[in-house]
């Protein structure tokens, strides 16, 4: 019961090369396994981003803590500020 005889499966095949056409059943079958071969490749790649994601979030160095980001933040704010200042050096200053 659990497997198709030879006459299921003859019927199957008859009834594909009548919706689809002697021609056109071995492109069918050739798309078909491209198909499979595109999707699993694109499952294993995304295994392996994932593997990958997991690594660089175990190897990822430790947050700073809040002063030093503020310092980061402040030296960073300091040199924009500079080079803003220096691209437009024909304006007068406003403060």
Known sequence: MGSLSPVHW??????????????????????????????????SRLGDEADTAVTQAR?????PDA???LRALEEENARLR????????????AR
């Not at 019927?11 to 090369?17: A, E, F, P, S, T």
């Not at 190897?59 to 947050?63: D, E, H, I, K, S």
């Not at 500079?82 to 200053?93: I, M, S």
């Open 10 to 43: 003859m019927i199957v095949l008859v009834v594909l090369v009548l919706l689809f056409g002697a021609k056109k059943l071995p492109d069918t079958a050739k798309a078909l396994g491209q198909s499979l071969r595109i999707f699993k490749n694109e499952t």
């Open 59 to 63: 190897t990822a160095p430790a947050v």
């Open 82 to 93: 500079a080079a803003a200042e220096a691209a437009r050096p024909d304006e007068p200053e």
């Open 67 to 69: 002063e030093a980001r």
